[in-house]
């Protein structure tokens, strides 16, 4: 392709992305209080009831390009509302009883400026700029009427708008009679139930005759075609029914309208334009089996993969009231595992709420199941046989899939085995995952995927290593939940890698600050660390203290001075951030529950020695990080982070005292996969949610565990390598954190395995971020949405969180033909997708992909900032980073990369082939940098 070809294609992407953003918006109309602006984002223009708190100014702020829009009744009114008392009573005309509102006269010459006054300037106020105004013919159902005076009264309601609120942006919904009066002050036009509808008095969703549908579809064609504006269909489907509602939407945008189809209370996020992704999976699990959450069998070990594939677990403990508005709009999925009898007073309410999310069509996958006594309306609805007596052995195996035998092979069942035996009508529509005959030929399923989810059977699930505290999976936990739960490979918010290479972080928890090392002079484990470690490795660092062992307060006072003094020479260091481990280091943060688990232990009050003190929760956070930022952080740095100690569980308050004083929190989750504990049991999660707040686990765990609980050997942290290497291949499960204690740099031992870990770290090319970095990271993961869109997905979240890994199933990016989109890396797992910002529209293809026309970033071990497209074709942006700037790009033939900022130097590496990409290096951590092809 000679220089003018490329330089057309270049072109004919941006008008593309400009046609893109021509084309008729994408809408959302939801009176729900549950979507996240992230949501909401990936339309548009996303409707919402203003009174569930939404903020439309921070809105536009994350998601440039969208909007909220506020509803707003014109011609009805709800008693609720805060104005329903100030509307006279001759100006109440009718009474719609199918939705207990007042019909409101429009008549009334004072009536445009009360509308404007108590219902939009309030809503003005607050952010909103535009405007969804509803009910503009419910002067219908009066007995009598003046139409045409009800309508002009409409249009001055509309007039009085414009002329008080400048720029407003008003849809109507119907009105079709005034649309010619109005059009150049509406936007949009929208209409409810074309194809399907809600019978408010019969209270069930009905088919739309075809006369009414004729009807509306020639009023709607009317107002495309006559006034040129865009027409929104609403049309209502039973949540549940996904399939209906996607079909609804597919027939309503073959006609030229914009699309959206949700439940007769709009009360969840339907199908439009865009299809947001269910990314949440509903865990049932059973408190009494396990002292708290993070102990539960579904968090331990099956919370992490749900985690790599993209998802996000909500858990319901079913000895309360199990969640109602479980919707297929949110939810993918429902998975239950317990073990411990339910209370018989639950029973009935939990199996009924399991036989009501099957007959809808909710995926359920049962682990160790089932988990709850299997009666006759269980065993009907998921088409099991009733048994009677166990099976005669002996037994032989009839079925084992490949998904059985992951991390070992399902051995025999004892003589305590109970399979479920399938009807007829089942075990033909289900895939035996593994099965065993007995000796009167009876077959007994202990695993299978069926046409409601799956079910694997106790022990099939995991089985114990004799000897040991380690398990081994028995089942494919990856493909156990994608089959059973039907779960689709979607864009997966990625938390172990940005710019295509995986992130590398440091934190140091301050247990033995005070230690004196094994060095000439007995110096202090604290400057031991600032002189061997930090003043060596200048990448990023997290690194904390513990009130209790520095303060002149603590115990150890007449060391005071020195460790302060050696503190802030810690946290003045330009690559050091600030952290806090605790006042007095509690071992255990949740009273309640520790007092369960540890009863006759000495660790529930275990902390620090310190006379007269009781365990608070505010002093240990707030008053820790308080005395940090007094007395040892220099002038304007901030302590930005509490890292937890002990268990490392603190309870939804202690969470919760952490976000009021704006600290993010790390620690916990204890990964530690080694070569002699392979098994993915030993990988965690992302994290743990606990009463709205979200505790942010460290990628790895520390040299506690490799030295055996600090008994030695001492150098065993030497074997986090190994932790590194096996959560990167076959899957990248986490991100490299070389996290250890102030002790590590007390024994030569341990120090010389702190070098191996960092030397490691440093031969690999990672990208270094702060420990708050990479938290704000995994919120973003837990905020972020995910939507469908034809051929491409529309990719929303707060902008932290820039990567996301494409399954190989999803096919290769298209940069040319994507928006937002700076680059893609191939991955071990799949290509790692660079977002330019927190938002992008993106299009995948499959199979072979022509060689991109356009630059972009394959690679680099900086964040990227402002990636603009210039009219002169070039391409601009910023990589700013905490190490020397590293990255390569493709660049087409014809195509250069150059600096901008003029203290920077942009120098090629040559390569040992002359493959389009190209590598490129800088002494500074930042660069201003442009891409420019040239043209004949």
Not at 5 to 25: D, G, H, I, K, N
Not at 336 to 354: H, L, M
Not at 419 to 427: E, S, V
Not at 446 to 468: K, Q
Request: with cysteine; charged share 20%; proline share 7%.
């Amino acid at each position: 392709m000679n220089a003018f070809l490329r330089s057309c294609v270049f072109c004919c992407a941006l008008l593309y992305s400009w046609c893109t953003q021509a084309a008729e918006p994408t809408v959302a109309v939801y009176y729900g209080d549950k979507a996240s602006l992230s949501e909401l984002s990936l339309y548009d223009i996303a409707v919402v009831e203003p009174d569930h708190g939404y903020d439309p100014v921070r809105f536009r702020k994350q998601a440039p390009g969208s909007d909220l829009y506020a509803y707003a009744s014109v011609a009805e009114v709800q008693p609720s509302r805060g104005y329903f008392q100030k509307i006279p009573a001759e100006w109440k005309m009718a009474r719609n009883g199918a939705w207990r509102s007042i019909v409101v006269d429009q008549t009334p010459a004072q009536w445009p400026a009360f509308f404007a006054d108590e219902v939009i300037a309030p809503l003005w106020d607050k952010g909103f700029r535009g405007f969804f105004l509803d009910t503009l013919d419910s002067y219908r159902l009066a007995e009598r009427f003046d139409e045409a005076a009800q309508q002009e009264g409409l249009v001055r309601v509309i007039d009085t708008l414009h002329q008080r609120f400048p720029g407003i942006k008003l849809i109507l919904n119907r009105g079709f009679e005034i649309v010619p009066r109005v059009r150049d002050k509406i936007q949009m036009v929208a209409a409810e139930s074309l194809y399907r509808g809600w019978d408010a008095n019969l209270k069930r969703y009905v088919e739309i005759p075809a006369k009414e549908r004729d009807w509306l579809q020639q009023q709607l064609q009317t107002i495309r075609e006559r006034d040129k504006l865009p027409v929104l269909s609403i049309d209502y489907v039973a949540p549940h029914d996904r399939d209906t509602t996607r079909a609804t939407a597919q027939r309503i945008a073959q006609l030229g309208f914009i699309p959206w189809v949700t439940d007769a209370g709009l009360q969840t996020l339907g199908i439009g334009a865009v299809e947001a992704v269910a990314r949440r999976l509903l865990v049932l699990y059973n408190g009494s089996d396990d002292p708290a959450l993070n102990y539960s069998s579904a968090h331990r070990f099956l919370e992490m993969p749900i985690n790599y594939m993209g998802y996000i677990v909500d858990y319901a403990d079913v000895r309360s009231p199990l969640p109602a508005d479980v919707g297929r709009d949110r939810y993918a999925g429902v998975v239950s595992w317990f073990g411990g009898a339910i209370p018989d007073e639950r029973f009935k309410d939990v199996r009924s709420w399991v036989v009501r999310q099957v007959q809808q069509g909710m995926p359920l996958l049962m682990m160790e199941a089932p988990g709850l006594p299997l009666d006759r309306t269980l065993a009907t609805t998921l088409g099991v046989r009733s048994m009677e007596g166990a099976p005669t052995f002996p037994l032989k195996k009839a079925e084992q899939a490949p998904l059985m035998g992951f991390e070992t092979e399902p051995g025999m069942p004892a003589h305590d085995y109970t399979g479920w035996l399938l009807t007829p009508q089942l075990q033909q529509q289900s895939r035996q995952l593994l099965s065993f005959d007995d000796a009167k030929g009876q077959r007994f399923v202990s695993a299978a995927i069926t046409p409601w989810g799956g079910f694997v059977m106790t022990p099939y699930v995991l089985t114990d290593v004799p000897g040991t505290e380690q398990s081994r999976w028995v089942v494919d936990p990856f493909a156990l939940l994608k089959q059973a739960l039907r779960l689709s490979d979607i864009p997966v918010p990625d938390v172990t890698t940005e710019n295509g290479r995986r992130l590398l972080l440091a934190h140091v928890d301050g247990d033995g600050f005070p230690s004196k090392a094994e060095a000439p002079g007995a110096p202090f484990a604290g400057e031991m660390l600032r002189r061997e470690i930090l003043e060596r490795y200048r990448i990023p660092h997290t690194v904390s203290v513990i009130e209790a062992e520095v303060s002149p307060q603590g115990l150890y006072p007449k060391w005071a001075d020195q460790l302060e003094g050696i503190a802030k020479r810690i946290f003045a260091m330009p690559h050091v951030e600030i952290a806090s481990h605790s006042y007095s280091h509690p071992y255990l943060w949740d009273r309640r529950v520790s007092h369960g688990l540890f009863a006759e232990s000495k660790e529930v009050d275990l902390n620090l020695n310190i006379p007269g003190y009781q365990m608070d929760l505010r002093r240990e956070i707030i008053g820790s990080a308080d005395y940090i930022q007094k007395r040892l952080a220099p002038e304007g740095k901030p302590v930005k982070v509490f890292l937890w100690t002990g268990d490392t569980a603190p309870s939804a308050e202690a969470l919760a005292i952490s976000d009021a004083a704006g600290l993010l929190n790390m620690n916990g989750g204890d990964t530690s996969i080694t070569r002699s504990s392979p098994s993915l049991t030993e990988v965690k999660s992302w994290g743990i949610r606990k009463g709205g707040h979200l505790q942010i686990y460290a990628p790895v765990t520390n040299e506690n565990i490799y030295t055996n609980l600090w008994h030695g050997p001492f150098y065993g942290f030497e074997r986090v390598i190994e932790t590194f290497e096996m959560t990167d291949a076959p899957r990248r499960l986490k991100a490299v954190d070389i996290y250890y204690h102030s002790y590590s740099a007390s024994k030569q031992a341990s120090l010389k395995a702190l070098h191996k870990a960092y030397q490691w770290a440093l031969r690999h090319k990672l990208h270094p971020i702060y420990g708050s970095e990479y938290i704000r990271k995994v919120e973003d993961f837990y905020e972020f949405a995910i939507g469908r869109e034809g051929e491409g997905w529309r990719l929303r979240g707060p902008g932290r969180l820039r990567t996301l890994r494409l399954p190989p199933s999803l096919g290769t990016p298209v940069v040319a033909e994507s928006t937002g989109v700076a680059g893609y890396a191939p991955g071990v797992d799949g290509s790692y997708l660079h977002l330019a910002s927190g938002a992008a529209r993106m299009v995948v293809r499959a199979g072979a992909v022509p060689a991109a026309s356009i630059p972009y970033l394959v690679d680099a071990n900086a964040r990227l900032k402002d990636w603009q497209t210039q009219a002169d074709g070039s391409l601009r942006f910023t990589l700013e980073g905490h190490v020397p700037l590293e990255l390569r790009m493709y660049l087409p033939p014809g195509c250069s990369l150059s600096s901008a900022t003029a203290d920077s130097s942009i120098s090629a590496v040559s390569t040992a082939d002359r493959s389009a990409i190209r590598s490129f290096r800088s002494a500074n951590n930042s660069a201003q940098l442009q891409a420019q092809c040239r043209a004949f």
